[in-house]
């Protein structure tokens, strides 16, 4: 893999982890993109490489807000920062699931499935566009809709659902607040990824020359930097009720995805 390609699959996985548009659906465009050729072999240690570095930028975006949680565990009482931690565990239990179960019949919605992509895209685009046009509230996160979003974002588990857009979609669709809805969004995913991280590595399932520490830096890098400018802006755009043009964008993509998959 060249530095330059490794470059701007690094800015597509950071500016789609927290834009509503689907990252593993636009690295699956992008690969086709590409061409299969200018995929390593060691593709599976550069997605876990961008997605670490999103993890960091999500933890960099959110330090405050991660730093009163870990104090309130520490006092190991049931106040408002436990009462989070234990929402966003359960809002892990459906991708958990998915992960450690049904693990090789996801994989099979991967692989240059780009019509696929598509039509996702468009589910993608719906719910956002209905997510649009729902009054705000200032209604929390309670522990029955953490599970609700948490099947959300097993859902999107699929490449061109949205992870963000789907659980912040149905977080407002809920009756959730914007602003808790982006912020439960983008924390929850951080326990997953640095657990699918783990897991990846336990199961030597990683490989690593020194050749490919190039391109690992410039995707990391590219991923970091792309990925915290995204996540500020993500939560000025939901605060502002912007979803509708990433409907739009979604739609769009999705359309040409599906064409593309289906005659050409």
């Known amino acids: 893999m060249e530095i330059i390609d490794a470059i701007i699959l690094g800015i597509v996985q950071g500016l789609t982890e927290f834009l509503p548009v689907s990252s593993s659906g636009h690295l699956e465009l992008g690969s086709a993109i590409l061409g299969d050729e200018k995929i390593p072999e060691e593709s599976l240690l550069f997605t876990v490489v961008l997605h670490f570095a999103t993890a960091l930028a999500t933890i960099l975006v959110y330090r405050k807000d991660i730093a009163i949680i870990l104090e309130g565990l520490f006092k190991f009482e049931w106040n408002e920062e436990t009462q989070f931690s234990v929402k966003i565990i359960l809002s892990m239990i459906p991708a958990v699931f998915i992960g ?17 992509v598509g039509f996702m895209l468009l589910v993608t685009a719906l719910l956002l566009f209905l997510a649009d046009k729902a009054k705000n509230t200032e209604k929390g996160v309670s522990f029955w809709s953490s ?29 959730i607040d914007k602003n808790k809805a982006a912020r439960f969004s983008f924390l929850m995913v951080v ?33 970091f930097i792309s990925g915290y400018f995204a996540c500020t802006w993500m939560i000025a755009l939901v605060r502002k009720s912007k979803l509708r043009y990433f409907a739009i964008y979604c739609t769009v993509v999705g359309l040409i995805a599906i064409f593309a998959g289906l005659y050409l």
Not at 107 to 115: I, L, R, T
Not at 197 to 213: C, H, P, R, V
Request: glycine letters at 12%.
């Open 100 to 116: 450690l179960f049904f693990e090789e019949e996801l994989e099979q919605f991967f692989g240059g499935k780009v019509a696929f």
């Open 147 to 175: 599970i609700i979003v948490g099947l959300a974002q097993a859902v999107a588990m699929l490449p061109g659902i949205s992870r963000s857009g789907a659980t912040i979609s149905t977080s407002v669709l809920l009756g």
């Open 191 to 223: 326990p997953l990824i640095l657990g699918k991280i783990a897991k990846d590595i336990l199961d030597g399932e990683l490989t690593y020359n020194e050749a490919s520490f190039g391109y690992l830096s410039a995707g990391f890098v590219a991923a």
